[in-house]
């Protein structure tokens, strides 16, 4: 008895009778050992064929082709993300896709990296990234997106699954898929006009770098104070316009009017 397998109904395509096996039918009791085991490793349907060669008192006799039909399903992935967590504006983020249980992934399934900057993620996404072909499980990289404001950002990595595995996504908000942007940290330096006599107008000069994406709202305010450690009330304040770029700020002036030590 010879066992083989096809992949069309007539079968008369790609036979796998090496791996499927051939047995001797016992004269005496009929018994019929079984075929070999196969591994398929392509999904679709299948078609065995049994087919007797005969012998001194059997004609030869074969199995009808679709009497035994098996269908081999597609193999379900997991995928699994984490993202860049936390930066703040301005900085880059990328997600990393694990993606596992793939078997024999033929090359054209992609994954599909979509970042969102509301919960829920039901507006339409800020930034998209595809990778290539994935052929085998493991770590795939998003690309970079520069971060332009402090918000939370949830990515979502979909893999599209090709002709032997299924899709697979994770979902809006899960464990690891989430970037939180917090604001710059910029820095400030003063330098004040020193010395000058009574009556004289004084004024002082703020650095400020670090910025990223000023929006123009932030305005600097210097206070004045006539005393060490500034505790008592100021005795001059100036509110400058709003910033919207790293560079020197300079407060309104004030007179002098009496010295000090």
């Known amino acids: 008895m010879t066992y083989t397998v096809y992949d069309n109904n007539t079968c008369t395509s790609n036979a796998n009778d090496i791996n499927a096996g051939t047995a001797n039918v016992d004269k005496t009791t009929g018994h019929i050992p079984d075929s070999n085991s196969i591994q398929f490793n392509k999904a679709g349907t299948y078609y065995w064929q049994a087919s007797f060669s005969g ?24 995928i699994t993300t984490t993202a860049v967590t936390p930066v703040t504006v301005g900085d880059k983020i990328h997600d990393t896709a694990t993606i596992s249980g793939l078997v024999s992934p033929d090359g054209t399934g992609k994954i599909t990296f979509s970042l969102y900057n509301s919960a829920g993620c039901h507006a339409a996404a800020v930034f998209t990234s595809t990778s290539a072909g994935v052929s085998a499980n493991g770590n795939v990289q998003s690309g970079d997106f520069t971060t332009t404001a402090q ?4 990515w979502v990595a979909s893999y599209a699954g090709d002709s032997n595995n299924k899709p697979a996504a994770t979902s809006c908000g899960d464990t ?11 820095g400030i330096t003063t330098s004040a006009v020193t010395p000058v006599t009574v009556g004289a107008t004084i004024h002082d000069t703020a650095t400020i770098s670090g910025l990223v994406s000023p929006d123009g709202t932030g305005k600097v305010t210097f206070s004045l ?11 001059f304040t100036s509110t400058s316009v709003g910033v919207a770029a790293n560079g020197n700020d300079q407060a309104g002036a004030y007179t002098a009017a009496n010295a000090t030590p």
Do not use: H, R
Request: aromatic share 6%; net charge negative; proline share 6%.
């Open 176 to 186: 690891g898929e989430t970037s939180d942007v917090g604001k710059a940290q910029p």
């Open 55 to 78: 012998d001194d008192d059997n004609g030869a006799v074969k199995s009808s082709c679709t009497s035994e039909t098996l269908t081999v399903s597609k193999a379900q992935p997991g």
């Open 151 to 154: 918000a939370t950002y949830f």
């Open 225 to 235: 104070y006539d005393s060490a450690g500034c505790n008592a009330a100021p005795v």
